[in-house]
């Protein structure tokens, strides 16, 4: 990086230049620590997200039970709202995707649909270093069908080489497509062609992917996929999580778990003792969802309409590339490989102190004890200017 480039001016320029900068204003920003670099963990309050949420809580006072019909965005068909933007998100077919639930959750109402173990063919590969709620997730899915997690959850440093090596074993693979510590993404097609290939099916964990990479699930091939919203996506603490499932899968007769809102709309009110499933992803609902989490999101993912995500992925990389020049620049060592999304992983000997410091100043990321430190500038709001200041934090205190 050229010194000029470290500058305040340098950094200026780039924001005025920038297609996405105005989308800044539409955040709310904490007031002890501006220089917000943690929105892998939580991404930051929409303004409108309080609009938003606000308006159901008047449809509800002023209309109380109609308000399932005749709301502003009526109850009843709330998550269809999320569907077109949710679909474009993460590139799929509007019937592959629906918003309900929590991550964990859905991970494991897709793993009964998707993990079906038997003998001979029952292991479940996830990759090394994987987020602990997902190996809880698949260890107790194992012992649930009557394996020991022991002989049965696979966690391979390279799960493309352990599919070819032994793909025949696996019933499942559930892959992080970005991880949550090391940043680094995975070749997407090239696993689910080498799971296919034998007969292995395979999911994607999305949480740390939605909203920050380039998505094509729909192509890629995927049989499933989930992801929180409250990431990289911004819809609050908590916010409800995303699902994708193949139209492969469709109207096939997997086993499943039934709620009456995964049942046939139009005779839901019918109340018929028979499930007849939606076709696709919405089939898999069980409860009328939470609305006021709903509408919050609903603000988030008008902004990613937005800004689109070709444009935010341009930007994402050009903000983690100037990042990582910074970085590089005070001798502070990147971790994450070239093939990621915008969160940097570095490994800091006084990340304990450094993070406490750069907390007192106004910015914060976060500290994966006792040396991760984890910094991602978000494309949505966060500014070269930003990632200046950051730089410059960094060069005074980081010794
Ligand atoms: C953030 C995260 C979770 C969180 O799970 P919740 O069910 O939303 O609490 C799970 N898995 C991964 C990989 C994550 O990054």
């Given at each position: 990086m050229s010194s000029h480039q470290d500058s305040l001016e340098w950094a200026r320029a780039q924001d005025a230049a920038d297609p996405l900068a105005h989308l800044r204003r539409e955040f709310l920003f904490p007031e002890r620590t501006p220089l917000y670099f943690a929105g892998h963990s939580l991404g930051l309050q929409p303004r409108r997200a309080r609009e938003s949420v606000l308006e159901e809580l008047d449809d509800w006072a002023r209309l109380g039970v109609e308000g399932h019909f005749s709301a502003r965005h009526p109850w009843f068909s709330h998550h269809e709202e999320l569907t077109a933007s949710t679909a474009r998100l993460v590139g799929a077919r509007p019937h592959e995707v629906v918003v309900m639930n929590t991550l964990t959750v859905n991970l494991h109402l897709l793993m009964v649909s998707f993990y079906r173990p038997r003998r001979g063919k029952h292991r479940l590969l996830i990759e090394a270093g994987a987020f602990p709620s997902d190996r809880y997730a698949v260890a107790s899915q194992a012992r649930f069908h009557g394996f020991a997690p022991e002989d049965t959850i696979v966690e391979a440093d390279d799960p493309l080489r352990a599919l070819q090596e032994r793909?025949?074993?696996?019933a499942l693979a559930l892959i992080g497509n970005v991880n949550y510590l090391s940043g680094r993404a995975v070749d997407m097609p090239a696993l689910v062609k080498a799971a296919h290939e034998r007969d292995c099916l395979i999911g994607f964990d999305?949480?740390?992917?939605?909203?920050n990479l380039l998505l094509d699930l729909h192509e890629t091939g995927a049989d499933f996929a989930a992801w929180c919203?409250?990431?990289?996506?911004?819809?609050?603490?908590g916010g409800l999580g995303g699902v994708f499932i193949h139209e492969r899968h469709a109207n096939a007769d997997l086993p499943r778990f039934e709620g009456w809102w995964g049942h046939d709309k139009a005779r839901r009110f019918e109340m018929d003792p028979r499930f007849r499933p939606i076709r696709g992803a919405e089939g898999w609902q069980l409860s009328n969802p939470p609305i006021l989490a709903m509408a919050a999101l609903r603000a988030s993912m008008e902004l990613f309409d937005q800004a689109t995500m070709p444009a935010l992925r341009r930007k994402g990389e050009a903000l983690s590339g100037y990042l990582q020049g910074l970085l590089e620049g005070v001798g502070i060592e990147v971790l994450?490989?070239?093939?990621?999304?915008s969160m940097l992983t570095v490994r800091l000997h006084d990340a304990t102190k450094l993070v406490e410091a750069l907390r007192a100043r106004g910015a914060v990321c976060d500290l994966r004890p006792p040396d991760i430190v984890r910094l991602t500038p978000a494309?949505?709001?966060?500014?070269f200017e930003d990632v200046q200041r950051l730089g410059a934090l960094l060069r005074e205190l980081h010794g």
């Open positions: 793909g025949k074993e696996f999305l949480a740390h992917g939605a909203g919203n409250y990431k990289y996506l911004n819809a609050g603490p994450t490989p070239p093939q990621r999304g494309p949505l709001y966060n500014s």
